[in-house]
């Protein structure tokens, strides 16, 4: 297991929205399934950061929002991974975010 922290950057853009992170994890840590595989989801609030432990496999990593979705797959490793989420200013998109790694 390592260490995923997910940041999202404080921004006036998308600040009242609700933005959901989830990841496909164990089913002991699930709180929702999504075609018959667990997940844990959760609120990302504005400027806030988010700790889970995920496997040492690929993961995917996902943002969503009435507006919007985004993705992000961590490739395997043992490393623990820093994530910063930054939305950026589309009218013919809405809003749409952008994970990158913090390295």
Known sequence: MR??????KWSIIECASRIYFSYECEKEKANTEVDGKPYFCGLIKNGKSIEVEISDEANKIYLTSSTMEAEFVVPAGTTDVKLLAVPHYN???????????IK
């Open 91 to 101: 009218v013919a998109q809405g809003n749409p975010f952008t994970i990158s790694e």
């Open 3 to 8: 260490k995923l922290t997910l940041t999202r």
